[in-house]
């Protein structure tokens, strides 16, 4: 069976500073996954996604990930935050035929000034 | 392009009530997906509808039930409402051609006094 754990429930970061978001997989094959973003009262967003391509995935507002199969790792980065990243983080696997997602437990990123 | 649009966006039931959240899919989409997402927790997957059919369901009660309509929109029907089920319900679009990314609405907060 597939899932997804998220390392922390809580991350704060300074404005400026890099943001690291960890997300540990389990999957019995080289699985898709995601990273989504929930804004207060709003839907979630993709942020990017790997699916096989490439290990290293960029997506939007400058966010990227590295899937590392040897640690089982989607670590979600960005090399400088904005305020405007304050929101929770969801890493995402999707299940064979990618009708169901597993989402991990999330992560609120907080940023200071 | 239309996004997914989710009605109502909160409402207040008490227990043993009865409850029916939409959700109008993106333009082009034929597959709608329905998570709940309580206080602090991931979304679960409650179940998928592709052409008018239910086609995977989670680990929800017989209660928890839907429909997809011709024009692809949704319905999420919950009976006999208890006070677990308040809730953040995400309705998501997708195609099945596609790339099997999810396009989620704002949600319907349902609160079960």
């Known amino acids: 069976a597939q899932s997804v754990t998220q390392l922390d429930s809580h991350v704060s970061v300074s404005e400026g500073t890099p943001v690291l978001l960890r997300c540990n997989y389990s999957?019995?094959?080289?699985?898709?996954l995601f990273w989504y973003v929930q804004h207060p009262n709003k839907g979630l967003q993709l942020l990017l996604k790997y699916t096989s391509a490439a290990t290293l995935v960029k997506g939007i507002n400058g966010f990227e990930a590295e899937f590392k199969k040897s640690e089982t790792s989607f670590h979600l980065t960005k090399p400088s935050a904005h305020m405007s990243d304050a929101a929770e983080y969801f890493c995402?696997?999707?299940?064979?035929?990618?009708?169901?997602?597993?989402f991990g437990t999330g992560t609120r990123l907080k940023v200071l000034a | 392009e239309t996004g997914v649009t989710q009605s109502p966006t909160h409402l207040i039931k008490t227990r043993g009530q009865q409850v029916t959240l939409r959700c109008s899919s993106q333009s082009g989409h034929n597959t709608v997906s329905w998570y709940q997402q309580a206080l602090g927790q991931g979304p679960q997957f409650i179940f998928q509808y592709y052409r008018e059919e239910e086609n995977g369901r989670g680990n929800f009660p017989p209660r928890f039930s839907g429909l997809q309509f011709p024009n692809y929109s949704s319905e999420l029907n919950v009976n006999a409402l208890e006070l677990d089920d308040s809730a953040l319900y995400l309705c998501?679009?997708?195609?099945?051609?596609?790339?099997?990314?999810?396009?989620f609405g704002e949600g319907s907060r349902l609160t079960v006094l």
């Open positions: 998501a679009s997708s195609s099945r051609d596609g790339t099997g990314e999810l396009f």
């Open positions: 999957s019995s094959y080289s699985p898709s």
């Open positions: 995402v696997v999707p299940t064979s035929g990618t009708y169901k997602y597993i």
